[in-house]
């Protein structure tokens, strides 16, 4: 058994499970037993990165508590969004990309945030620093992580630091990024085998502003109307989810990984704040958001403000 | 008017004060507009520190919004710890070697604390991984830092990568390590010039445990009891600031730095915590702390602890 398991959100994204297995990769090449894990169901793309580069899927653990005392986080902070019992640990490191909140440790740690567009790009410095070096597997799976949080470069989150990144992990594993990121998001982007429950939770991340609580629940997708189409028995869902978690405002985003837009569907109580926070109508709980593709640059913020 | 302003924590130390000034360089350096700022008086060690290596006092501001609307913190990230209106400008980066808390942002930033013995040893690397030369006076400055916070490298806080940042420092400074500390933490630890008041804020930090306050307050000394003779008069302050603060708990820490060990003083109603806690008795309302010399390792993780 491990000592220390390296994990990344709950309804783990491509960064998520291809950090948590590069950097458990890193820490034990620096002398640590540790052990990526996954706290959810792996989706199309991720499966098509991990088939692609031969890694093995990092074992579902609910409670970590009772196989460890110690965690490494990465692609994440924020405890709502972790291990159910991430309390009964002790978080040893993060390594993350994304706002801090709802994170409190007794202790110092080592945590390592950037304003990039993904975690493995930090990973990327971290091999470096610690002059490790990035054998072709691990490369083409972080590789993977950042054309997909990136959208293939096209998402505002994308820096030039996650460019540079990927051109080199790419020569490193060997395929050409531009063919290969098409590929993996059109797999992630087939939805034909999905229930409307898979997708509610595919990627769907909660958060807290001010007393309020909303979730962001997002889908990339070839054509849109396959998922608006079903808009009725979305919201049967969604009203259960809302119900369920006490949530303020739940948004299902869909977004068109081609054409670089979104489609938002918007219920609960505080669903009238969204015309004023985005300047767009809402029609039959449904607003159009051109040019929105990040949840994290472009939705999170925006809510958090109007509710806080 | 600068953009940025780089700080350190209320009743700033050496780092806090030593580790804004040299990031401040280092940003410059860099092409951003940044300015170290103090948000509070210099002690005795600190101007030691300044005068040897010829840099100038950071300017003293209350409420940073009134000038930018970012600013860089460093040595702290805990919001009750930093400018009185924090809560108002944006926080970009956060350079630390502290427990996370009481910390939250809406955007992403860059976050990099490290379990270090001090804010100035992760500096040198940011110098090094940006590839910006540490010019003599900014290694002196880092490396009073070191000496400070690691106590001549006898804190069970300072690490091997402290040791070796400090010897480095110290080649570029042209100073001998060990004199030089002892002769700064000598100057320290000179509280003939200081007031009671002084020494109550000379180095005090308030932090929260579950929904209890308290503040632990530093002073270093080379004859303890030149103030622990005065525990009466000091009594009736520390009532005043458990009065002002609603503190459940005070503790005011004498550390010998010559031998290593402290003395505290502790009032609150919470002070029946710290028996048990430190496995020490406390008479008179005062307990000896033998090996004791870190507020950090030693002391806020054991109060944290008892009050949780």
């Not at 994170?103 to 110092?108: G, H, I, L, R």
């Not at 993904?118 to 054309?147: R, W, Y």
């Not at 958001?289 to 990040?294: A, E, Q, R, T």
């Given at each position: 058994m491990s000592n220390v398991f390296v994990l990344g959100h709950q309804n783990p994204d491509t960064d998520s499970i291809c950090s948590a297995i590069s950097y458990a990769y890193l820490k034990n090449q620096l002398g640590m037993d540790a052990e990526p894990i996954r706290l959810g169901d792996l989706n199309n793309e991720t499966l098509f990165a991990l088939e692609k580069f031969s890694a093995a899927e990092p074992r579902l653990v609910k409670r970590v508590s009772e196989e460890v005392s110690q965690v490494i986080l990465v692609d994440h902070n924020e405890r709502q969004?972790?291990?159910?019992?991430?309390?009964?640990?002790?978080?040893?490191?993060?390594?993350?990309?994304?706002?801090?909140?709802?994170?409190?440790?007794?202790?110092?740690?080592?945590?390592?945030?950037?304003?990039?567009?993904?975690?493995?790009?930090?990973?990327?410095?971290?091999?470096?620093?610690?002059?490790?070096?990035?054998?072709?597997?691990?490369?083409?799976?972080?590789?993977?992580?950042?054309?997909?949080?990136?959208?293939?470069?096209?998402?505002?989150?994308?820096?030039?630091?996650?460019?540079?990144?990927?051109?080199?992990?790419?020569?490193?594993?060997?395929?050409?990024?531009?063919?290969?990121?098409?590929?993996?998001?059109?797999?992630?982007?087939?939805?034909?085998?999905?229930t409307l429950e898979d997708l509610m939770s595919l990627d769907s991340k909660e958060f807290e502003a001010g007393d309020h609580r909303f979730e962001v629940a997002q889908v990339n997708a070839i054509d849109v109307n396959e998922v608006i189409g079903r808009q009725a028995e979305l919201e049967v869902l969604m009203e259960q989810v809302i119900a369920k978690k006490e949530l303020d405002l739940f948004t299902f985003v869909v977004t068109d990984i081609l054409n670089n837009d979104s489609v938002a569907i918007v219920l609960g109580k505080k669903a009238g704040i969204i015309e004023g926070a985005f300047k767009a109508s809402v029609?039959?709980?449904?607003?159009?958001?051109?040019?929105?593709?990040?949840?994290?640059?472009?939705?999170?913020?925006?809510?958090?403000e109007a509710l806080s």
């Open positions: 969004q972790s291990a159910e019992d991430i309390g009964d640990v002790q978080v040893i490191e993060v390594i993350d990309h994304h706002r801090i909140a709802n994170f409190e440790t007794t202790d110092p740690l080592y945590f390592r945030a950037e304003p990039v567009g993904c975690t493995a790009t930090i990973l990327l410095k971290l091999f470096k620093e610690n002059e490790v070096e990035v054998p072709a597997d691990m490369a083409g799976l972080m590789l993977s992580a950042i054309l997909s949080d990136s959208l293939l470069f096209k998402s505002p989150t994308c820096t030039p630091q996650d460019v540079a990144a990927a051109k080199e992990l790419a020569e490193i594993a060997g395929v050409d990024a531009a063919e290969y990121g098409l590929a993996m998001l059109k797999a992630g982007a087939d939805l034909s085998n999905k029609v039959d709980n449904r607003v159009l958001l051109p040019g929105v593709v990040s949840r994290k640059k472009q939705i999170v913020p925006v809510i958090t």
